[in-house]
């Protein structure tokens, strides 16, 4: 079943998130091991406002375990949400004004998608990507759009076999990504 993340019910968010992001969780966090990156996500997952936030992100369960995710959110929106992660890596002293660039004006952003490796291989992220271009459609958008690794084949052919297609090159957290887009 699909549904809204809840603050108060966050167990396995942080850790799909960072299987699905790997060293971007580096740059949104500021720290290098695993075990305070989770803990940073766990912070900004429970805030009401940030690109991470428990309000952008929808979750696969099955029997009460959270075993995948869908966060997205509107592309207009991205310096509102990335305000709150700025500031909170200035205590880190990591000053940046801004995260490299993810996505363009008026898109359904799909910022991560992940599912438990143990649940892969059921049709849980073709789900979660149906789910989402329906409330893309619901809030007025014409496309979704998401980043992919140069070096994930896999996620690459999942995308186009859903009909994204490759847009143009972004570089994030020294990594070369495809922007894909799907009009809806």
């Known amino acids: 079943m ?5 603050k108060d019910n966050i167990t396995n968010i942080s850790t799909l998130i960072f299987n699905a992001i790997l060293n971007i969780a580096n740059t949104l966090t500021g720290e290098e091991k695993e075990e305070k990156i989770l803990e940073t996500l766990d912070f900004y997952i429970k805030m009401d406002v940030n690109r991470l936030s428990y309000k952008n992100i929808y979750t696969y369960e099955i029997e009460n375990q959270i075993v995948g995710l869908i ?25 940046l004004d801004s ?3 993810e996505c363009f004006e008026d898109e359904f952003y799909i910022d991560t998608v992940s599912v ?65 887009i799907k009009m809806v």
């Open 116 to 180: 438990s490796p143990n649940f892969q291989g059921r049709g849980i992220a073709k789900e979660l990507f149906s789910f989402v271009e329906k409330k893309a459609k619901e809030k007025g958008f014409k496309k979704v759009s998401l980043l992919v690794d140069f070096e994930n084949e896999k996620a690459l052919k999942l995308y186009e076999k859903l009909g994204f297609k490759k847009n143009t090159i972004l570089k994030v957290s020294n990594h070369n990504y495809h922007h894909m």
């Open 71 to 95: 966060l997205a959110y509107n592309s207009n929106d991205v310096k509102k949400l990335d305000k709150p992660i700025l500031e909170h890596l200035k205590t880190k002293n990591i000053y």
């Open 2 to 6: 699909i549904k809204q993340a809840q």
């Open 99 to 101: 995260f490299e660039k």
